[in-house]
C-alpha cells in the first residue's frame, strides 16, 4: 500500500495549486510548454553553424541557471530551500560529470561503442528513417532512449547488484536543479548508457532529441511548483512524479522510472500521478560524498563476506541412515 511508511498525496486533485495573482498563474501554468516550443523552433531553424554541440551545452548551462532562479521565486516546498552547502556539494557532482564522466564514456562507454558500430555499419539502411520529417525523427530517438532508460532505472531497483550503484542517489533529501547529477559514479555511468547516440549522424534530429530531454526531463529535479496542463502531466515526467520515486515510502519509490515520457510508465502500469515531501531513505538521512563514492564496494563487500561467513558456519545437512 503507497503511504503506509511516510505521507504521499496521490491524485492531481490532491496537490496544492500556484498561489497568487492572474500574472503569476499564467506564467507558471503556460511557462513549460513555452519553453519547450521555443527551444524546438530554435534548434528547427537555427543556421548549421548555430546547431552544434557546444551551443547545446552553453543553452542547457542558461536554462539550469534560469530554473535556479524559480527556485527562489516560486518554490515547491520550503523545505527543499536550497543552502549553500547543498549548492556546493552538488556542484561537485555536476563537475564530476562534466570531466570524469564524460572522459570515461568516450573511452568506454557507450559513445566508444556506438562509434566503433558507426564505423562498421551500412547507413544506407537508415534512409527511410532520415526521410521522415524532421520532427518525427527527434520525437523517435527521444523516445527510443528513455525507453532504454526505463528499463534500466527500473533494473537498478530490480536487481541488487544494479541496486547498490543507485541506492546513494536515493538519499537525497530535496529536490533542486542539480541533484540530477548528485550519485556514484557507477550508476551515472550505467544510466546514461543507451542507443540514442547511434544517430549521431542526424545532428540536428539528435539535437531536437536532446531538446527534449532538456526542456523535460530537467524538471524532474527541481523545487518550483508549476500548474502543469493535463496533456502535459499525461506524457511527460514532472517534479511531482519524481518526488513520489524519490519518497521514503518504499512502494512511492518504485514508481515513475521514466526520465522524459512518462507515459512509458503509463504503458507498463508503474506510474503514480501524486507528490512527496519527505525524500531520502533511512528517515532522511544525508550521504556523504566519501560514502556516495565508495558505497557500492563497501556494500558489495559486506554482502559477499556475510554470505560466505553464513555458509561457513552453515551446519551440514543430516542424512537419513541407511
Known amino acids: 500500500m503507497i503511504g503506509a511508511q511516510s505521507p504521499v498525496t496521490i491524485g492531481w486533485e490532491n496537490i496544492p495549486r500556484v498561489q497568487g495573482g492572474p500574472l503569476k498563474q499564467f506564467v507558471f501554468t503556460w511557462f513549460q510548454p513555452t519553453m519547450l516550443l521555443a527551444l524546438i523552433a530554435f534548434w528547427y531553424y537555427a543556421p548549421n553553424d548555430v546547431a552544434k554541440a557546444s551551443t547545446a551545452i552553453g543553452i542547457g548551462i542558461g536554462f539550469k541557471v534560469l530554473l535556479l532562479a524559480l527556485e527562489w521565486v516560486n518554490p515547491r516546498h520550503e523545505s527543499w530551500r536550497l543552502t549553500w552547502k547543498e549548492l556546493v556539494t552538488d556542484l561537485f557532482y555536476v563537475g564530476l560529470g562534466y ?8 573511452y568506454i562507454g557507450s559513445d566508444a561503442v556506438i562509434e566503433a558500430v558507426q564505423h562498421n555499419f551500412d547507413w544506407d539502411k537508415f534512409a527511410w528513417f532520415m526521410g521522415l520529417p524532421l520532427l518525427v525523427q527527434a520525437f523517435l530517438i527521444s523516445f527510443i532512449f528513455d525507453f532504454g532508460q526505463y528499463w534500466m532505472h527500473r533494473g537498478m531497483h530490480n536487481w541488487y547488484p544494479l541496486w547498490l550503484t543507485h541506492a546513494p542517489h536515493h538519499y537525497i533529501t530535496q529536490l533542486n536543479i542539480n541533484k540530477g547529477a548528485v550519485g556514484n559514479p557507477v550508476e551515472l555511468f550505467l544510466i546514461g548508457l543507451g542507443i540514442g547516440g547511434f544517430f549521431d549522424f542526424l545532428p540536428r534530429a539528435a539535437l531536437l532529441a536532446g531538446t527534449l530531454g532538456l526542456a523535460v526531463g530537467t524538471y524532474q529535479h527541481i523545487n518550483v511548483r508549476f500548474n502543469s496542463p493535463r496533456w502535459w502531466r499525461f506524457l511527460f515526467n514532472t517534479t511531482e512524479h519524481h518526488s513520489m520515486h524519490h519518497s521514503q515510502d518504499y512502494e512511492a519509490s518504485r514508481s515513475n522510472y521514466a526520465s522524459t515520457w512518462i507515459v512509458i510508465d503509463r504503458m507498463f502500469g508503474t506510474c503514480v ?25 563497501t ?24
Open 99 to 106: 570531466t570524469l564522466l564524460s572522459m570515461v564514456e568516450r
Open 299 to 322: 556494500e558489495g563487500w559486506k554482502t559477499i563476506r556475510a554470505k560466505l561467513r553464513r555458509d561457513r558456519f552453515e551446519e551440514p545437512a543430516v542424512l537419513p541412515a541407511e
Open 273 to 297: 500521478d501524486g507528490e512527496a515531501e519527505l525524500l531520502g531513505m533511512e528517515g532522511g538521512r544525508k550521504m556523504s560524498i566519501s560514502e556516495t563514492m565508495t558505497f557500492p564496494f
